[in-house]
């Protein structure tokens, strides 16, 4: 092994731990959120190369240090990777084989176990910083298997964000091992004699190496500007949401339903601009796709449009891990809502005939759920970014939709909509749609840009 070698390995593996924690960093501050930005998939292919980098030098230096057991291990770990991280660039890509995710990890976790064996009780072992790695590899591997397991066999809502938590964190730390390898070449780094090769051919590898990593420090720090830029702003508007769900917490009534089980929703309402309980309004389900953060509710709780398009808005609370139907793995609470829905009923004002449902992204998913399960009580919808049951188009024929979708949307694939206004069509329906071109997921600025758009909302009623 010579000096040009060991530089090669301390420059990637600071470049490893320095790109792994950026995103760290950014997954804790915005969870799944992350996943969806626009940076993040090239993001991902960077650090993908940086890290297979990392490893083939690990692998070449197991191989001349001829520690056989724990090259064997690593090379396992190397194929399971490549694995997981195909895996993760198809879900992020089409959203497909998202079943296959967890699996791929587990087993790199798994293999990853028998890697940290190796560095601990083979040859491998006897130099302490490797020992050292392996010892953190094995804790953290055991750790993170029995909090997915956990994960995967838990109901409760609570502990599984807990959980998720931890995993973030637990991963942060995982950016160590790459620092013990590093203070571990680094030792060895010292202890090299001089070299006194002057060929031509040991030159024109170090140009080529020196051309490699500078090409990788480039592509790494114009990628995490991108990505840390995206996901300030991120940050900024999800606080900004949080602001706007705060101020319609201060505007609209708080009231709790209970129903007959003890089952028990928390809602907003509010009532139309110089309300007249012996007129007739319309009823706008507003569903959140978190908390109380609901666009349509925003909209139309401002002064101009209270005006304009009268009505009594209702916005359910989404509780943490829970959804409106329709989203695998969310646990729904639409019967719940419809129970609290019918009880307005009795709301001296409320017209019946024109209930109206909307939603973005979780509540998109909600608004087609709604009108597939409880037709009869609403009439008309505007889901947007977000997918149904093609099977329950049938049930939505009576109902007037609206439904919108960013064509590029990587959070919610443009297929859901594409394949729910189709159904639809196929059973009879006239439903609109409006897909915006080279549009992602963030589209609602733009729908509320649609000419007429709330006139033919209010304009909607049911025989």
């Known amino acids: 092994m010579n000096r040009s070698f060991y530089s090669l390995g301390i420059f990637f593996s600071g470049l490893s731990i320095a790109s792994g924690l950026l995103q760290s960093i950014l997954y804790i501050l915005l969870g799944a959120q992350l996943f969806y930005l626009d940076s993040f998939l090239p993001w991902f292919v960077i650090l993908a190369i940086i890290n297979l980098v990392w490893s083939l030098i690990i692998l070449k230096y197991y191989h001349y240090k001829k520690y056989w057991f724990t090259f064997l291990a690593i090379t396992f770990v190397t194929i399971a990777t490549l694995y997981q991280h195909t895996v993760f660039y198809i879900i992020l890509v089409s959203g497909k084989l998202k079943s296959y995710y967890i699996p791929a990890l587990l087993l790199v976790l798994s293999i990853g176990i028998l890697y940290a064996i190796s560095l601990i009780f083979s040859r491998a072992g006897k130099r302490p910083w490797l020992k050292t790695a392996g010892i953190f590899t094995f804790i953290l ?4 298997i029995s909090a997915i397991i956990w994960h995967m066999n838990s109901q409760d809502v609570q502990l599984k964000s807990t959980l998720d938590n931890f995993m973030q964190w637990a991963s942060l730390t995982g950016n160590l091992i790459a620092v013990v390898f590093m203070m571990n070449f680094l030792s060895e780094l010292r202890i090299l004699k001089e070299e006194n090769v002057d060929s031509t051919q040991h030159k024109s590898l170090e140009s080529f190496l020196g051309l490699a990593s500078t090409i990788a420090l480039l592509a790494t720090l114009i990628f995490g500007v991108w990505i840390a830029r995206e996901s300030y702003s991120a940050l900024y508007w999800g606080k900004r949401n949080a ?3 705060q101020a319609l917490v201060r505007l609209f009534e708080n009231r709790t339903f209970v129903n ?3 089952d028990t929703l928390l809602y907003l309402l509010l009532k139309p601009l110089d309300y007249d309980p012996k007129k007739k309004y319309p009823l706008v389900v507003s569903l959140p796709y978190g908390g109380y953060e609901a666009s349509a ?9 209270r ?4 009505a009594f808005l209702f916005v359910p609370h989404c509780p943490p891990g829970s959804g409106w139907g329709s989203i695998l793995n969310y646990p729904a609470i639409d019967a719940l809502v419809y129970e609290a829905i019918h009880a307005l009923d009795k709301e001296p004002g409320v017209d019946v005939k024109r209930r109206y449902v909307t939603g973005v992204s979780r509540g998109g998913y909600g608004s087609w759920h709604f009108i597939g399960t409880s037709p009869e009580m609403f009439a008309a919808a505007i889901p947007v970014c977000g997918g149904g049951e093609p099977t329950l188009a049938p049930n939505m024929v009576s109902v007037s939709v609206w439904a919108f979708h960013g064509e590029k949307d990587r959070n919610v694939p443009v297929k859901g909509s594409r394949d729910m206004i189709e159904a639809i069509k196929k059973a009879g329906g006239n439903p609109r749609y409006t897909e915006f071109p080279g549009a992602g997921h963030n589209i609602w600025e733009q729908v509320i840009k649609t000419p007429d758009l709330l006139d ?7 025989d």
């Open 260 to 262: 007959s089980k003890g």
């Open 297 to 305: 509710a925003q909209l139309l709780s401002n002064d101009t449009n």
């Open 456 to 462: 033919w909302l209010f304009a909607q009623k049911r």
């Open 141 to 144: 591997a055991l750790v993170l």
């Open 307 to 310: 005006r304009k398009y009268p």
């Open 243 to 245: 602001e706007r769900a």
